[in-house]
């Protein structure tokens, strides 16, 4: 898999850092920067890599395209179950911003302004990551009470959502859904729990067209001022969710999956206590995980389609 077969072309080095624009830079996390431009918010993903919460010296050339390109096939989808923060005349403007800053042109996305909700909106199908090791202690998935018996990657009796807290740096905490409904209001609540749910199960039936499991996702939404509903950030990508092939899948161990476990599992191989600063990532590790990246926008987006 190479990048030859993409329809946008990726640059030949990572961007780290957006330099050159007039806007004001209000945001900047582990992989976006988020610039005013007054009407609108710009959002730009970068190349930049994070693991165990620390940003990495390397970043991988193309990522940040990748991860916008996927999230951009998902929001269109996603427009006929959901309001979402894409502004009416996206593709004019994206073109327009090309014109003037060609290395971002298919890495930004430009969104309303809208207050994100101070929960994420975690769905998950099978046993995994966090909800294994929670159901390892307790015999349950937080909140909910499980069969026993279940194994690790073991798919779920139905899907179950299981809010998180926001936190600005840090991990988010799981919290239950009494909790999440007295933070933001029981009847918000629920409008975002049965979106969640609804958006889950439209990427579960696409990611199998593709012969992938999508195994868990998280989302983000944001009202405007009128109050209204609308599904922000990115959607459906390697970095908010967990893709696995369907092919040799078999509950009982870890899956094989499109996104930055490469560099974990490299990290967790290294005397590193998980903080600043990083070592530094081998170039074989660094290819490694954008062949993954460029796997899963392939898979999910030119084959499926095809």
Known sequence: MNSASLPFPLPSKPLLKVEGLSYPLVASGKVREVFDMGD???????????????????????KGVLLTQISLYWFARAGAITRHHLVDDHAARIVELGRAHPELEHRSMIVKKLQPLPIEAVVRGYLSGSGWKAYQQTGKLFEYNLPAGLQDSSQLPQPLFTPTTKVASGHDMPIDCVDAGQLIGADLFQRVHDLSIDLYKMGVERAKAAHLILADTKFEFGLDDAGELYLIDEILTPDSSRYWPREGYAPGGAQPSFDKQFVRDYLESLDWDKTPPPPQLPETVLAGTLERYIEAYTTLVVEADG
């Open 40 to 62: 609108a918010l710009l959002m730009v993903a970068t190349d930049r890599v994070s693991a165990f919460d620390v940003i990495m010296n390397e970043g991988l050339a193309g």
